[in-house]
Nanobody, 126 residues
């Protein structure tokens, strides 16, 4: 089992950047594929990005491709989401999630993860 804690959310102007972090406990982090999922106000949960257990494969939602970068540092049990050129529509609670499988599932299922963090709020002002 793994416990996940997100940080790095906040308020930013459109066009700005934020970097989210997800710190994981447990010795199994490096064997899990990981992902970021978000839920905006009044919206359904939406897949954002995923990364394989060793970081060799990544996958992005079309809405964030070219603006967001997912990465991980298995030595630090931490995953990151670098968000650039933020838009108002990126406003959401961002959740870190872990998949007990090592590889990314395609097409991605935003509800298909086994473990979840508590979420961190990202608010983009227009």
């Amino acid at each position: 089992q793994v416990q996940l804690v997100e940080s790095g959310g906040g308020l930013v102007q459109a066009g700005g950047s934020l970097r989210l972090s997800c710190a994981a406990s447990g010795r199994t982090f490096s064997s899990y594929a990981m992902g970021w999922v978000r839920q905006g106000p009044g919206k359904q949960r939406e897949f954002v990005a995923a990364i394989s257990s060793r970081g060799g494969t990544t996958h992005y939602a079309d809405s964030v491709k070219g603006r967001f970068t997912i990465s991980r540092d298995n030595a630090k049990n931490t995953m990151y989401l670098q968000m650039n050129s933020l838009k108002y529509e990126d406003t959401a609670v961002y959740y870190c999630a872990a998949d007990r499988r090592a590889t990314i599932v395609k097409p991605p299922n935003p509800d298909g993860y086994d473990y979840w963090g508590q979420g961190t709020q990202v608010t983009v002002s227009s």
